[in-house]
């Protein structure tokens, strides 16, 4: 992944070591990440949760370890009692098995691509599985029809980074009659893309990460990195979030987001 090394050694509050592909950098008080295999069995091992949907392949090149990047959109508990009723009763979180409507997972090591479908579950009504999961190119056209599956597309970007693209849909899509039948899908296209190199830390840092996106609903973004400096280090980094605007707009027109500054706050995207 990192090709041959071609400098020595730098012994520099751990010891730093330059291959063809990046810098390695490790240190006798480095810890493995908790969160790691816990984010591999959300999206990469075993089975969902019932009434859940997950798959997971190998859609990109194995590349230098950066961890494990989680792309999640869900309907934030903001008090407004519609999002109370269709939404994921939680704020931001960094936990792994965070609830949402669809989630994405990108092992950076081994290029392994996992999606998650969580059951859609309305007020006091009996919660209906998640649709069935489609890898296909035609979740990057922005849509709102009431075809009953959850589309989804991986692919490399640039130098070392991914694109996704989403097109999920609520279980209530083909039930006749409800009120909830028609409310559009979750149309999402993220870039996301290694920052660059840290000179002063000798390390590579998060991912830039741009969307076109429905403004609604929330989208978070994360990195887990596979061994941390000590173990008083952040064991989930953040990459960008961006708040939801009204359920009328998952048929409104998208927006443009972007954020260059990973690994540190703030952590609100830009968006136009």
């Known amino acids: 992944m990192y090709g041959y090394p071609i400098t020595d050694e730098l012994q520099q509050e751990g010891v730093t070591q330059m291959f063809e592909h990046g810098p390695i950098r490790w240190s006798s008080n480095e810890t493995a990440n908790p969160l790691i295999p816990r984010a591999n069995a959300q999206f990469f091992q075993g089975s969902p949760a019932p009434g859940d949907l997950k798959e997971s392949a190998t859609l990109l090149p194995k590349g230098p370890d950066r961890g494990i990047v989680v792309v999640r959109g869900y309907i934030g508990d903001d008090g407004n009692p519609v999002n109370h009723s269709l939404g994921n009763h939680r704020l931001w979180s960094t936990e792994p098995e965070a609830s949402s ?6 092992d950076t090591a081994t290029g392994q691509v996992g999606i998650y479908v969580d059951q859609s579950c309305v007020g006091d009504l009996p919660c209906r599985n998640a649709k069935p999961l489609v890898r296909t190119e035609h979740a990057k056209v922005v849509q709102d029809d009431r075809t009953p599956q959850n589309e989804y597309w991986a692919e490399p970007y640039g130098d ?3 694109r996704v693209d989403v097109s999920a849909v609520n279980s209530f899509v083909d039930v006749p009659g409800s009120q909830y039948a028609n409310l559009g899908r979750i149309n999402a296209t993220f870039h996301i893309h290694p920052h660059g190199y840290d000179d002063k830390n000798k390390n590579f840092t998060g991912f830039d990460v741009d969307t076109n996106k429905d403004k609604y ?15 008083g280090s952040p064991q989930a980094l953040w990459q960008g979030t961006v708040w939801q605007g009204s359920i009328l ?5 998208q927006h443009l987001c972007y954020r260059n500054d990973p690994d540190h706050a703030p952590v609100s995207m830009t968006c136009n």
């Open 249 to 253: 707009d998952l048929k409104a027109p």
């Open 101 to 106: 409507k669809v989630a994405i997972a990108w």
């Open 160 to 162: 070392g980074g991914i």
């Open 217 to 231: 609903p929330s989208w978070e973004v994360l990195r887990y990195p596979r061994l941390l400096e000590n173990s």
